[in-house]
């Protein structure tokens, strides 16, 4: 578990972050945060957010908003800032260095297709070998849809992403052998404070 003296030259990458919230509380204490997601709305509101709260949040670090469309691979392609075809929320090589030496991933609710599940341990097969040694922190719903195929209320999205990862006692079985594989552990929801009380958290 990281705490808040470990961020202090932390680079931090935030995968589908969609408003940039987590990520722009991370640059109150990380040196450097990446907010990447896909498409130009996304990330324009997303830069927004960032300008807008910049005096409220005071930011200690920086913070770079960037496309990172998990269906291509990584490294994402790169532009220089004086290239006709240079888009805002392009990648520079330097940046692709800098995120590939980030310790500390976070995504959020970026768990309800298996393709897009499929192409985002993809990124992370790749970008978790790179660089640094790196966590990722991922909280997600488990969403429950009643299935025909199953004639049942299911939650196989969730059993999708569960089936990429390996509990701490099954690594060790496994450690000696040649395959890399995710290592996960759940948390216990009860020691996370709730802010948000209109919200009812799944078990």
């Known amino acids: 578990m ?9 680079v931090s990458l935030e995968l589908g972050a969609g408003t940039g919230l987590v990520g722009m509380l ?34 200690q670090g920086s913070i770079n908003v960037r496309e990172l469309d998990w269906m291509d691979a990584w490294p994402p392609s790169t532009s220089s800032g004086n290239s006709t075809c240079h888009k805002r929320h392009s990648w520079t090589s330097s940046n692709v260095e800098e995120a590939e030496r980030a310790a ?14 499929d192409a985002l341990f993809c990124i992370l097969e790749k970008l978790m070998s790179l660089g640094s040694k790196k966590v990722l922190y991922l909280a997600l719903e488990k969403r429950y849809n009643f299935s025909l195929d ?13 089936s990429y990862l390996r509990g701490e006692e099954e690594y060790d079985n496994l450690k000696h052998g040649s395959s890399s594989c995710f290592v996960g552990k759940c948390f216990d929801l009860s020691l996370i404070p709730q802010y948000v009380r209109e919200y009812e958290r799944g078990k």
């Open 26 to 59: 991370l640059a109150h204490v990380a040196k450097t945060v990446f907010l990447t997601d896909h498409g130009d709305e996304i990330l324009d509101n997303c830069a927004s957010n960032v300008d807008l709260n910049s005096e409220v949040i005071n930011y």
């Open 2 to 10: 990281l705490t808040s003296s470990d961020f202090d030259e932390i």
């Open 104 to 117: 500390l991933l976070v995504a959020a609710d970026v768990i309800y297709s298996d393709d897009l599940t």
């Open 150 to 162: 199953d004639r049942d209320v299911v939650a196989n999205g969730y059993s999708h992403f569960r």
